[in-house]
């Protein structure tokens, strides 16, 4: 284990106990700042602006009290090209304008030989992949100055070189970093019904002991059914998701990591979106945020 990992995993979860939140995007902020019961949220990190002030919708969720923790997509954690210094201290700056207790970034890359690829693409699993992925954890913890946690992705492919297995890539990196874990439920349902495996027991298989948060998310299949399912947070939250967050609840517990209900785009009526929150705050077993 890294130095500071014990450390890291003995500090409590600064998400636990907050229940279930919509994620903040413009098109959405006014329904996001009319859920009485949400206590936390979560904006790209990138979409604010650089400078100045945030905007108003979000300052005023965190005048109420409401937990907003930025969500990164653009280190590019996973690529062998240098972190730019810039974006991980607009990350910083971000986090700390927010007073954010977590932030969290993707194990992935976005760029490779100065290209930027738009996207966000899976890592080889490989013990050369996870020193580069290690080391650029390492130092994004130490210019953060708050715990970071990463997402494992929804990945359309594996690559040939793999040595690992994604549960067993994801414990180590922990394990090695002290790093918190933002397990996406609907991306482990979508990458094992993408090579025909258990969702459940590939879930069995990470270190849930870390979880920092939960997110969950609706997608869709290819047409002709055999297609591939694709993670496109366009639709709604399928019941395979919901009952894999059925599953976790009672290892979890009443006061366990917080769930983040994620969409981006295609938004339906408020009223369809606020029983989409009640659906996955029954499915975990917590009280509903949205009367």
């Known amino acids: 284990m890294a130095a500071g990992a014990e450390g890291a995993g003995a ?12 994620a903040w995007r413009p098109e959405i902020a006014g329904l996001v700042a009319d859920l009485p019961g949400q206590r936390f949220t979560e904006v790209v990190a990138e979409s604010l602006p650089p400078h100045g002030p945030l905007p108003q919708a979000l300052a005023d969720l965190r005048a109420r009290g409401v937990t ?12 062998t090209d240098p972190l730019d210094p ?4 607009r990350l910083a700056e971000v986090a700390e304008a927010l007073d954010a207790p977590l932030v969290s970034e993707h194990i992935a890359f976005v760029r490779a030989g100065g290209y930027e690829v738009g996207h966000l ?3 080889p699993r490989t ?4 020193d580069v992925l290690a080391r650029n954890v390492s130092h994004v913890q130490a210019e953060l100055g708050v715990p970071l946690a990463v997402e494992p992705i929804a990945a359309l492919f594996d690559w040939p070189e793999d040595e690992y297995g994604e549960p067993d890539f994801v414990t180590e990196l922990l394990e090695r970093t002290g790093a918190w874990l933002l397990l996406d439920v609907a991306n482990v349902y979508a990458n094992a019904r993408n090579r025909g495996a258990d969702p459940r027991a590939v879930l069995d298989r990470f270190p849930l002991e870390r979880v920092a948060y939960l997110h969950v998310a609706g997608g869709a299949a290819e047409p002709g059914g055999l ?7 366009t639709a709604p939250t399928p019941e395979p998701v ?3 967050l059925r599953s976790l609840s009672g290892r979890l517990g009443p006061a366990g990591p917080a769930i983040l209900l994620e969409r981006d785009g295609h938004y ?24």
């Open 11 to 22: 500090v409590a979860d600064p998400l636990a106990g907050l229940g279930v939140g919509l």
């Open 68 to 79: 907003v923790v930025p969500h990164g997509v653009r280190l590019s954690l996973g690529g």
């Open 86 to 89: 810039r974006r991980v201290r």
């Open 121 to 123: 693409l899976p890592l």
């Open 127 to 130: 013990r050369e992949s996870l």
């Open 227 to 233: 297609g591939l399912y694709h993670d496109t947070h």
């Open 242 to 244: 919901l009952e894999l």
């Open 268 to 291: 339906p009526p408020a009223a369809q979106l606020r029983a989409e929150l009640d659906a996955v705050a029954m499915a975990a077993g917590l009280p509903r945020i949205t009367r």
